[in-house]
């Protein structure tokens, strides 16, 4: 244990390292009064906390942090990526083996949406890989059905809004042609919610195939839908030096 983790560490990061959920989400139950220290609710995210501490979380004591792994699922189209929908609709996580620790997803996509989804039982990797300040690109095929306008796809490069959405550079290539559709390959930095659908609806295109076949350094490779597979504990460390040096 390093000096810093010996001298504490925030308590949203804290329950995020134990796999609970984000470390946003803990923030979120925090504010909501389901977090206790000591045997008082806390109030404010704003805590430090040591291992000495006795931490309740949804009046459950706080499990240890377990190592931290990662999975590259192949995701589906028609899974929702949560634990539980409102609607009832089958979820990426009741599809895993149940052998499995509990996983949060890096990210989401959304229910028709297929291709590589990495989830991870360390909330604070998570939120890491999420952020765009991390860099990671996130590499798609799209299938458009409509008129591909060349130079409008490298104008994405520039940026577009939509509906009053700020969307950051775009790269964006034709692949092929097939009758009335089309193949592209796309390129995000960021990945705000429904983004390619979006920028395609803006561009006339209407998407009618999703899949995301890379996230950072992680391919989805020749993985069968359906399957999840561990990334080896070094390759992981090594890929995401940033986060594990913070940590």
Same mark, same amino acid.
């Given at each position: &244990? ?6 504490? /560490? ?6 995020? %390292?134990?796999? *609970?959920?984000? %470390?946003? !989400? ?18 404010? #995210?704003?805590? $430090? ?13 706080? #499990?240890?942090?377990?190592?931290? +792994? ?8 028609? =899974? ?14 009741? %599809?895993? #083996?149940? /052998?499995? #620790? ?22 604070? =990797?998570?939120? @890491? ?9 996130? +590499? @798609? ?16 490069? +520039? ?8 969307? +950051? ?8 042609? !097939? ?20 920028? &395609?609806?803006?561009?006339? *295109?209407?998407?009618?195939?999703? $899949? %995301? $076949? ?14 999840? !597979? ?5 390759? &992981?460390?090594? !890929?995401?030096?940033? @986060?594990?040096?913070?940590?």
């Amino acid at each position: &244990m390093n000096e810093e983790k010996h001298k504490g /560490e925030r308590i949203a990061k804290k329950i995020a %390292r134990a796999g *609970l959920c984000s %470390r946003r !989400q803990a923030e979120t139950w925090i504010e909501q009064g389901r977090v206790k220290i000591n045997g008082n609710i806390l109030k404010t #995210p704003a805590c $430090i906390v040591t291992n000495e501490d006795n931490i309740e979380v949804n009046g459950k004591p706080l #499990p240890s942090a377990s190592a931290t +792994r990662l999975f590259i699922y192949h995701k589906p189209a028609g =899974l929702v990526t949560s634990h539980k929908d409102e609607r009832g609709r089958p979820t990426v996580f009741d %599809r895993l #083996p149940s /052998e499995l #620790p509990r996983l949060i997803s890096v990210g989401r996509l959304d229910l028709n949406t297929e291709g590589l989804l990495l989830l991870t039982n360390d909330g604070g =990797l998570s939120r @890491y890989l999420e952020l765009p300040s991390t860099g990671w690109k996130r +590499r @798609y095929r799209v299938r458009v059905h409509g008129k591909v306008n060349e130079e409008k796809l490298t104008n994405l490069k +520039r940026g577009i809004t939509v509906d009053g959405v700020n969307y +950051r550079s775009i790269d964006a290539s034709l692949d092929n042609v !097939q009758g009335t559709n089309s193949w592209l390959t796309i390129v995000l930095r960021e990945g705000k919610n429904r983004e390619i659908r979006r920028v &395609m609806e803006a561009l006339k *295109l209407k998407v009618n195939r999703l $899949i %995301r $076949i890379s996230y950072g350094s992680f391919d989805l490779g020749k993985l069968e839908k359906g399957n999840i !597979q561990e990334i080896k504990n070094q390759v &992981m460390k090594e !890929q995401i030096k940033g @986060y594990f040096k913070e940590n």
